[in-house]
């Protein structure tokens, strides 16, 4: 029921533009959009929509697009939904002024239940401006499910990441609504020798039951800035934004 027909989607670069590097300092932003229908956004800047400097990288949990569709808040994209509907698609999203090229949608195994549904992640690469390359992992936990099942999903992602070496960014909604939820995350990415981006206005993390639900991880990088912005008035979930610079610049 409602599973994608076709993934990942792909609308990004043309081959000129492909290997567009990040800049040696970048901005990510990582937000749950909560299925809000941004269709007048295509067109439009993210930060026309919030009070930001333009982020280099976005990293979107519960998107929606439409087919055909081509931009998302004025960027290419790539997407990997976890629901098809007949008008629209539904899922992880990442886009970028600079090159992406997608490698795997991570589609959960299991179902939700009583949604039955899936949840995804989606792996991609990005050209960085010392010549490497950047893995990035966009992120949206299963939920409703016990926590056999959870640890499970987390592994088979983490088995597809294991091999690779590099800077590596891993941001999203992990669902990680309880404390064994989130030490069992904690040690996942301790595996992958992953560092946790820490928000100063943490207050402003969609939490459940006093848990975060949104994180950012992150290796071979130098984090320069972070902070949660506070939008109740868009999404249930808030952005969040972090700068990161390569260590040679």
């Not at 030490?183 to 946790?196: D, H, W, Y």
Request: aromatic residues 8%.
């Amino acid at each position: 029921m409602y599973k994608p027909k076709f993934t990942p989607l792909s609308h990004a670069h043309s081959p000129e533009q492909a290997d567009h590097p990040l800049p040696g300092c970048f901005t990510l932003l990582t937000w749950n959009l909560q299925k809000v229908d941004f269709s007048h956004y295509i067109h439009r800047p993210i930060e026309t929509l919030l009070p930001i400097r333009t982020p280099h990288l976005l990293s979107l949990q519960e998107a929606a697009t439409r087919p055909m569709q081509t931009k998302f808040f004025d960027l290419p994209y790539v997407m990997a939904p976890n629901i098809q509907t007949k008008k629209q698609h539904f899922g992880v999203l990442t886009a970028s002024a600079s090159g992406i090229t997608p490698h795997h949608q991570c589609l959960t195994q299991t179902r939700e239940l009583g949604m039955i549904t899936h949840k995804t992640a989606l792996i991609t690469s990005h050209p960085l401006a010392d010549g490497s390359w950047l893995t990035h992992v966009n992120i949206h936990a299963i939920n409703f499910v016990p926590h056999t099942l959870f640890k499970k999903e987390l592994q088979l992602l983490w088995s597809k990441l294991a091999h690779l070496d590099g800077p590596m960014i891993v941001s999203g909604d992990f669902n990680t609504w309880n404390r064994t939820r989130l030490k069992t995350m904690c040690e996942a990415t301790k595996q992958l020798n992953l560092t946790k981006v820490d928000y100063p206005d943490s207050h402003n993390i969609k939490t459940l039951m006093r848990q975060p639900l949104d994180h950012t991880f992150y290796r071979g990088l130098i984090l320069t800035d972070s902070g949660a912005l506070s939008v109740p008035e868009i999404s249930d979930h808030n952005p969040l934004i972090a700068t990161f610079c390569l260590p040679s610049i």
